[in-house]
């Protein structure tokens, strides 16, 4: 079964705007939470990573909000720019475990 | 400083063949995991190698294998190919203990 629930499956926005893509997930023995980015025809690029301990976390244009309660977390694209267009996973994994569970992806579009 | 690098970057076969697909880690590290990808899905985990030896296995069936060198670099194979296995064959490294998996750009396997 899929461990972590991600939506929507894919957004449109306009230059300059905010992209928000948001996960749930079942397994409270997750304790690291990585987004990743992809381009066609690449691999996933880890972009900004987040454990429980802390609510929210910032890089540049990328913020990850965290709810340990409600289990879910979400990334926030400030500003969005046309070269953020790619597909966003949400994962998950436990400590020294390595084993990342994904989400189904979703894809961004920022209109220019 | 090379990242992960995988060959070939796409393969074309037929049904009931075999495959080899390879792998090579970004330096220093020593933890390679394989991830298939179906179109616009999530990667999944098939299995992890560590010190040459299979540490960890998703759900993955027994036709797919792994081996990783003493070079640390690693070869999945899979036999008896379906039409199901078409999909992103994503290679992943890391350093034990470490949190961060850098991915290769994969390699597209196609099975007619």
């Known amino acids: 079964q899929q461990q972590v629930k991600q939506s929507p499956q894919s957004l449109i926005v306009q230059k300059g705007g905010i992209s928000i893509i948001n996960c749930a997930y079942e397994?409270?023995?997750?304790?690291?939470f990585p987004w990743y980015q992809q381009f066609p025809g690449k691999g996933p690029a880890l972009l900004i990573a987040i454990r429980p301990d802390v609510s929210e976390k910032k890089e540049g244009r990328f913020t990850i909000s965290f709810n340990k309660s409600a289990k879910q977390f979400s990334l926030h694209i400030m500003d969005s720019q046309p070269g953020d267009s790619a597909t966003y996973f949400c994962a998950a994994s436990i400590s020294n475990d390595y084993k990342l569970s994904f989400g189904a992806g979703t894809t961004v579009t920022v209109r220019a | 400083d090379a990242g992960v690098t995988q060959s070939p970057t796409h393969l074309i076969k037929t049904r009931g063949q075999q495959v080899t697909l390879r792998c090579s880690p970004k330096s220093g590290h020593d933890t390679v995991s394989w991830y298939q990808q179906a179109l616009g899905q999530g990667p999944q985990f098939i299995f992890q190698?560590?010190?040459?030896?299979?540490?960890q296995r998703g759900n993955f069936p027994d036709r797919f294998s792994g081996h990783q060198f003493p070079n640390y670099s690693s070869e999945l194979n899979v036999n008896a190919l379906l039409l199901g296995d078409s999909a992103l064959y994503l290679c992943?490294?890391?350093?034990?203990?470490?949190?961060?998996?850098?991915f290769g750009p994969g390699t597209r396997l196609l099975v007619l």
């Open positions: 397994n409270t023995a997750f304790d690291y």
């Open positions: 992943a490294s890391t350093i034990s203990g470490g949190e961060t998996q850098y």
């Open positions: 190698y560590y010190e040459e030896e299979e540490r």
